[in-house]
C-alpha cells in the first residue's frame, strides 16, 4: 500500500483507523477518547452475557458521533457480580476480574492513551459493580502520570443510567421505581437492547417475578437461595422498544451536555465531515 493511500476517516472507532490518521486525531489532546467498560454476565433467560458491553459501546458512539471523541476498544471484563446488583458471582456464564487485576488492567490502558498525547477521557461505565474499582485506576493512573509530569489529563466517569430522568423514570416504571441496583436484566436493559439489538433479546423466554429483596447486610461465601433462580433482580415483563427509544435519547442527550460542559469539546469531525 503506497504512502498516498486515502485511509476511510468515516468512523468514530480508534481499532478501525489507520495509526497515522489515530496521531492526527489524539497526539494533540483535542479529541476526547470515550473508553467503554462493561462485563461478562449474566442477564436472565432472555438476554445475552456481553449486555454490559454492548450498551456502553453503543452510548459512546452515539456521542463521539456529535462530538469531537473517539471510541477505543471496550473493557469486556468487569469486577465481580454482587448477588444485591447482578444476581453473583456464581451463576453460570458470569466471567469477572479480582478488583486488584481491573484497577491495574484499567491504569495501563489510561497512562498509554496519555502517552498517545489525549488529555480528554471519559469512562463510560456499563456494569454496576465496576464504579468503585474505575474510580481506584483513575486516581492510580493520574498520580503515576503527574511522576512522569503530566499533569493536564483530566478524566470523567459516567454510568449512563445517572442520566435517566425523574420524568422518565415516572414514563417507564407508572407502577414505582425500586431502585437501579436492582435493576439488573429489567426495563432499563432489556428496553435498551429491544431498541439496539432487537435479535439479541428474547422476551418470551423471560421470567416473570416481583423485585428481589435482600436483607440489610451481605454474607460470604454468597447464598445463592438469595437471587431468584432466573438470574434478574427485577421482571423485564414491561420492557418494550418504545421504552428503550426513550431511554437512549434521554441518556444520550444528557451525556453530550455534560461532557461538552466539562471538556468544552467541539462538534463530531464525523458530522463536519458528512456536511462539508
Known amino acids: 500500500m503506497s504512502e498516498n493511500t486515502t485511509y476511510n476517516h468515516d468512523t468514530v472507532f480508534a481499532a478501525e483507523l489507520c495509526w497515522p490518521d489515530y496521531a492526527e486525531r489524539v497526539s494533540n489532546g483535542e479529541a476526547m477518547l470515550l473508553i467503554p467498560i462493561g462485563s461478562m454476565e449474566q442477564h436472565g433467560h432472555h438476554m445475552p452475557m456481553h449486555v454490559d458491553v454492548l450498551l456502553p459501546t453503543e452510548f459512546s458512539r452515539r456521542i ?49 492513551y496519555a502517552r498517545h498525547g489525549a488529555r480528554k477521557i471519559t469512562l463510560m461505565n456499563g456494569h454496576f459493580e465496576n464504579s468503585w474499582f474505575i474510580i481506584e485506576g483513575v486516581d492510580v493512573a493520574l498520580r503515576e502520570l503527574r511522576w512522569d509530569g503530566i499533569n493536564d489529563v483530566k478524566i470523567v466517569v459516567l454510568s449512563y443510567w445517572d442520566f435517566v430522568t425523574d420524568e422518565t423514570i415516572e414514563k417507564l416504571y407508572p407502577d414505582g421505581f425500586s431502585g437501579w441496583d436492582i435493576e439488573h436484566g429489567g426495563v432499563l436493559e432489556t428496553s435498551l437492547m429491544m431498541s439496539l439489538y432487537p435479535n439479541l433479546v428474547q ?74
Open 64 to 112: 463521539a458521533n456529535e462530538v469531537d471523541a473517539l471510541v477505543t476498544q471496550p473493557f469486556v471484563y468487569g469486577y465481580k457480580s454482587h448477588p444485591k446488583s447482578g444476581g453473583g458471582n456464581h451463576l453460570p456464564g458470569t466471567t469477572s476480574l479480582d478488583g486488584a487485576t481491573m484497577i491495574s488492567a484499567l491504569k495501563d490502558i489510561i497512562k498509554e
Open 203 to 276: 422476551l418470551d423466554r423471560a421470567v416473570d417475578h416481583p423485585p428481589a429483596t435482600f436483607p440489610p447486610y451481605d454474607v460470604y461465601p454468597v447464598n445463592p437461595d438469595w437471587i431468584p433462580p432466573s438470574g434478574t433482580l427485577s421482571s423485564p415483563a414491561q420492557a418494550s422498544k418504545e421504552k428503550g427509544d426513550i431511554l437512549l435519547e434521554v441518556c444520550t442527550k444528557g451525556i453530550v451536555e455534560a461532557l461538552t460542559s466539562e471538556f468544552g469539546l467541539s462538534d463530531s469531525k464525523i458530522v463536519k465531515m458528512r456536511t462539508a
